[in-house]
């Protein structure tokens, strides 16, 4: 078994996760994605893309990371979650309280 995945906890996280209210703003490189499309309705379209998202993420009072965007999900009453995976560990943004 993968030692990484071995020491993964809840959900399969392998580093914890401390709660922030820091505002945080999330830029996009410009560019175009094209991939495979697996299905279509009158409402949307689901494809797949070998294929990165470069995002720079600006957390307040901490500064700037790069990273790659991995999931953006509805939360419902238009809102979205979304979540970066940092390009580097960056243990100095995580407050140790």
Do not use: W, Y
Not at 73 to 97: C, K, Q, W, Y
């Amino acid at each position: 078994m993968d030692e990484r995945k071995a020491k993964a906890g809840i959900e399969g996280r392998v580093a914890p996760r401390v709660d922030i209210e820091s505002e945080v703003t999330i830029a996009f490189a410009a560019g175009a994605i094209a991939g495979s499309g697996q299905n279509l309705s009158v409402q949307g379209v689901f494809f797949t893309a070998d294929a990165s998202l470069p995002v720079t993420v600006h957390i307040a009072g901490r500064g700037d990371v790069r990273g790659q965007l991995v999931r953006l999900e509805s939360m419902g009453d238009g809102r979205i979650g979304i979540a970066v995976r940092f390009d580097e560990a960056h243990p100095a943004l995580v407050p140790t309280n």
